[in-house]
């Protein structure tokens, strides 16, 4: 084959936009026509002398070695696809057809340069991807970890957060963030903070590239607002490593591209959750309500019976409140109401439930008691915690509850025994009092 770059047919060659290679039987590139600066970056004679196989993304190496051993065993590729490392550190989709030439003992190939094609579909892929992930992901963290996948089949993203603004607080919070170059451990904020402080204050894309002396020590940073219809709620955080990739402005702009559908499967999520917030809890207390009190007393009383453990139900009411309510107002049994929670909260272990099933009646869902005993000290010490003084409106009230006890397996074995045993013994101490 005639390979000299001065012939006439070279020249007719170089004004193809497509990039023609010969490479021989070592996989080294013996012609390469002008396009290849165009599709690549290098100029022609950049090239010549190199193994073929080097430009090839490292993930696409294997692949492409097959493609290799068909056509030099006699089977032409027409539509093979690959991808190759520009000379800037991006990766360039490329479309190949290929056959060997027997009589010159070199692979003819014609490139294609597909990536604009291969973007939009992957875009495209994305948004679909990311609108079937809104509707399965079971809370925010899981959305958030599928668009994170979802985005490394679009750019590379090792280093990957999300940053959710409160407009309320003015607060900036991190539901995820993940580096896969850090081992355990919770990875450092300020430089992602910083960053996404920015690009929420300013609405605006953010693209950075700290220089180092080579360019194997270059750091990039590209970070988009996450826009909804309720203003900036966040903003999307990339960070390259040093010899990693180079984001520019086709990242810039893909990663802008599916910005807004993110930013929409997040405010869904969100507005899922609080829908199912406000199923299961209290809106005044934000504690448990009745419903959710069953589901986790089901739950607790299958463990009991699975791993032979006892569990109580200690159920509270507040002597005297209706005639508290009556005198103050409701806002001020409101502001008793959620202090008595508070204290209830703050004198129980973190995995026990305090539930409250309407008015001034409280439960107390605790798990793995040594003996039935144990459930009497914690009442004692809920009497002492909701007994202190509490001055409301220039009041001083000294609330007193009654509270009935229930344990399992002693008092039952299912939610209603317990429930039932555990509101009797709390009326039987509320009428053995005197009144006050």
């Given at each position: 084959m005639e390979t000299n770059p001065h012939t006439p047919l070279a020249s007719f060659i170089d004004l193809m936009m497509d990039a023609v290679f010969a490479v021989d039987t070592d996989s080294r590139i013996v012609f390469v026509s002008a396009a290849c600066e165009r599709i690549l970056g290098y100029t022609p004679q950049e090239l010549v002398g190199r193994r073929?196989?080097?430009?090839?993304?490292?993930?696409?190496?294997?692949?492409?070695?097959?493609?290799?051993?068909?056509?030099m065993g006699g089977q032409p590729q027409l539509h093979f696809e690959n991808r190759y490392v520009h000379k800037d550190g991006r990766l360039v989709d490329i479309m190949w057809s290929a056959r060997w030439s027997p009589a010159d003992q070199l692979r003819i190939g014609v490139a294609r340069d597909i990536t604009e094609r291969k973007q939009a579909e992957?875009?495209?892929?994305?948004?679909?991807?990311?609108?079937?992930?809104?509707?399965?992901?079971?809370d925010l963290p899981a959305l958030l970890r599928r668009i994170h996948d979802i985005l490394g089949l679009l750019l590379p993203a090792e280093?990957?957060?999300v940053a959710l603004h409160d407009?309320?607080?003015?607060?900036?919070?991190?539901?995820?963030?993940?580096?896969?170059?850090?081992?355990?451990?919770?990875?450092s904020q300020p430089a992602a903070g910083t960053l996404c402080a920015r690009v929420i204050e300013s609405g605006q894309p953010l693209l950075l590239e700290a220089a180092g002396d080579t360019p194997a020590d270059w750091l990039c940073w590209l970070g988009v607002p996450l826009k909804s219809a309720n203003g900036t709620i966040g903003a999307l955080v990339l960070k390259s490593y040093p010899g990693g990739a180079r984001y520019g402005e086709r990242d810039r702009e893909l990663l802008q591209f599916v910005s807004t559908q993110i930013a929409t499967a997040i405010e869904r999520q969100r507005m899922q959750a609080r829908l199912l917030h406000m199923a299961q809890y209290d809106?005044?207390?934000d504690l448990p309500n009745r419903g959710l009190l069953h589901d986790r007393?089901?739950?607790?009383?299958?463990?009991?019976?699975?791993?032979?453990?006892?569990?109580?139900?200690?159920?509270?009411?507040?002597?005297?409140?209706?005639?508290?309510?009556?005198?103050l107002g409701h806002a001020a049994g409101d502001r008793l109401l959620r202090e008595?929670?508070?204290?209830?909260?703050?004198?129980?272990?973190?995995?026990?439930?305090?539930?409250r099933l309407g008015g001034d009646e409280f439960v107390v869902l605790l798990e793995n008691l040594q003996t039935p005993a144990d459930a009497a000290q914690l009442a004692d010490k809920l009497r002492a915690a909701v007994g202190q003084p509490l001055e409301i409106d220039g009041d001083i009230l000294h609330?007193?509850?009654s509270i009935g006890i229930a344990t399992c397996p002693e008092h039952g074995d299912d939610e209603e025994q317990l429930l039932r045993h555990a509101d009797q013994a709390m009326y039987v101490q509320k009428k053995a009092r005197p009144a006050a």
């Open positions: 073929m196989l080097d430009l090839v993304a490292p993930q696409d190496r294997d692949s492409t070695r097959q493609s290799v051993q068909d056509v992957a875009r495209q892929a994305a948004l679909y991807a990311i609108s079937e992930a809104a509707q399965a992901a079971e280093n990957f957060s407009a309320d607080s003015d607060q900036l919070s991190f539901p995820y963030r993940a580096d896969q170059r850090e081992q355990g451990g919770t990875p809106w005044l207390t007393l089901k739950t607790a009383l299958a463990r009991a019976r699975r791993e032979r453990s006892r569990l109580a139900l200690l159920y509270l009411d507040l002597d005297k409140f209706k005639q508290i309510n009556d005198r008595t929670a508070r204290r209830l909260r703050q004198s129980v272990r973190a995995s026990d439930t305090v539930a609330m007193r509850p």
